[in-house]
């Protein structure tokens, strides 16, 4: 059943409004170990979340298939609804804005060219790497003539070294996501990857006090990840974000600017609208350490008399969220630390690990130790221990590059002083 013999039922069942976002994703996936190629395979999947309004009351349903049942659903849904106040539907929209993209690819001719990257060396054992290419799109089609639709396509790159002394085995591994395959730029991740692996092999304890950090890309991303909820006028409703009523102060170091811009020409990823239908905009969050804006969907703006900031995604979310990069490469600001940690990797970020309402701070962590601007040896299983201010507000300086690895947040490394870890 389409879209359009859907609504026509639903119509001829009294409901007045119906509008489907329609999420359509076909992913070419692969996997490739130590030379060999395990699988390539072709995933597609449709879901679709339908949104129907009937005697002053709206009711939604997530489905992977249309056909009458659903009305039937819908229809038993209304009797637990009260009003329809915190919805709206998108007015007449043509498909002028849909992103035209080429979707064609040669995947498995850019499987063969990557199987050489998977090639082992010295004492590590074992190489896998995962490459997909994906095209996703999101439509959102209503019975009062709105069709429009935003397509990505896009390549992910995963690889995962493991390497053995004696008895012990370690591991490191890296993304990226990308436009265009580039042989150049998977090799630069794979010598990163095989450059970590090694140097993880040679492992130490360390002493319990306060470190000067540099907090890997990786690791900033997982944490700002976190946070953004904190930002969530969802969040501010309830009472449960430090930063309820705290627009226009000081909350982070003047270092520190987190500006969305989902449809940015940078992006690998690009959205014209969030899954509400809202035009996606340009806007800071935080500018100069400043919180600027709450983020919002249709629910939550409505409550508190305020228009959408357009980011209806997964509820309440952003897509290409950038911490703005600093001027010195990540090389250089590891080179000026005396004696401090290069944080690699974090475990328990979610949950109360990062608390959004006290601000308390409390992970493990991985990582080496730095001496006079070189690495000295791993260590693993410590506790940072720290808060969401202090982290924020003791940046002593910002790298000026990092890579594509998702479309949330993207962060470079930070260098952080006076953070508490203990052995």
Known sequence: ????????????????????????????????ENKKVNFIDIKNNINYYIKAKKNNKTVTLDSNYLNEDLIDILEEKLEYIDSNIDDKFLENIDDNNI??????????????????????????????????FTVSKMKIVNNKGTNIENVNVYYDFFMIAYAKDNERVVNSYSNLMFKEYSLEKLEEIRKEVIDDVQNKLKISDIESKKYTCLLKQDVVEEIINEIIEAFSLKSVNLNLSLYKDRIGEKIFSDKITLIENPYGEENVTRYLFDEEGNKTKKKNIVENGILKLFISNNKEAFKNNMISTSNAFDEIGVRNLCLIPGTKDEKELIKNIKEGLIITDIAGAGGQAIDIIS????????????????????????????????????????SSTFRYTNEIVRSPSLLISDIMINN
């Open 359 to 398: 601000g308390n701070i409390s992970l493990l962590v991985n990582g080496f130790y730095v001496s006079n601007g070189l690495i000295d040896h791993y260590f693993e299983q410590a506790i940072m221990t720290t808060t969401i201010k202090e982290l924020l507000n003791n940046v002593i300086d910002i």
């Open 99 to 132: 992103i035209q993209v080429n979707d064609n690819c040669d995947f498995s001719k850019y499987v063969r060219d990557t199987i050489p990257l998977s090639k082992l060396e010295g004492n590590i054992f074992n190489i896998t790497i995962n490459l997909s």
């Open 1 to 32: 059943m389409n879209s359009n013999e859907f609504f026509e039922l639903c119509i001829s069942r009294g409901f007045s409004n119906i509008e489907i976002t329609i999420y359509d994703n076909k992913e070419y996936i692969s996997e490739i």
